[in-house]
């Protein structure tokens, strides 16, 4: 009995094990003539090492920026199911040259796990026709990475670095964890501990991280808000989480 529950205990813990992201995921980051005028989108509320989805509700905003104009995309969603749960997609043409930044700001979720409310403000930057001006777009979000790194463009084992902004200021020391979105399960963990991996900025809030391998990688920095959110008429804490995807590109030579 005593194995059985400790079996369970460790199966219900290892389902906890890697974070949850908010993600918005593009069928492609650098958009050629080749590759055709539009990109697709995924967006979900998910643990991307795992392959686990949450819930994502329709969220409170999903814009694109383009040249200092954002527009919002919100009623271009369709639901969709991403890893078993419910997320959404949408086709988006890219009508002109440019860094496109794809933002996401979902309702708050709550996550009785975590005795809190979690917002991942969340973004991913796509380059169209050979065009990065643009690549380190702030767009001023409550809580925001802003690329020092250009998002795109990277091979893997480059460094990414960003700086982390909550309220438009610098957050020194935050703390960032980073996850690779195991998109074929083909990766492994030979620790729980290296499903999220957590590192900090450094005191003007700038973190460097270098991807070993290539594809997506999340990015999410921690800050709790100021102001408590109720659930059940009690203060419960907000946690306020900056999310960026980057995608690094397989080393070209043989
Ligand atoms: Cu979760």
Redesign the pocket.
Known sequence: MKTYLTAAALAAFAT?AG??YGMIIPSDNMVSQEDGRSVDLTLS?S?PFEG?G?VLETPEAFTVTHEGETMSLLDTLEPAQVMDDAGFTTEYRMERPGTHVFAMTPKPYW?P?EDAFITHFTKTYVSAYGDDEGWDTELGLKTEIVPLSKPFALWSGNVFQGIVKLDGEAVPYAEVEVEYYNEDGSASAPSDLMITQTIKADAEGVFTYAAPTPGWWGFAALNTAEEPMQHESEDKAHELGAVIWVHFEPWAAQ
């Open positions: 906890t974070a949850h509320f643990h686990l949450m996550e796990e």
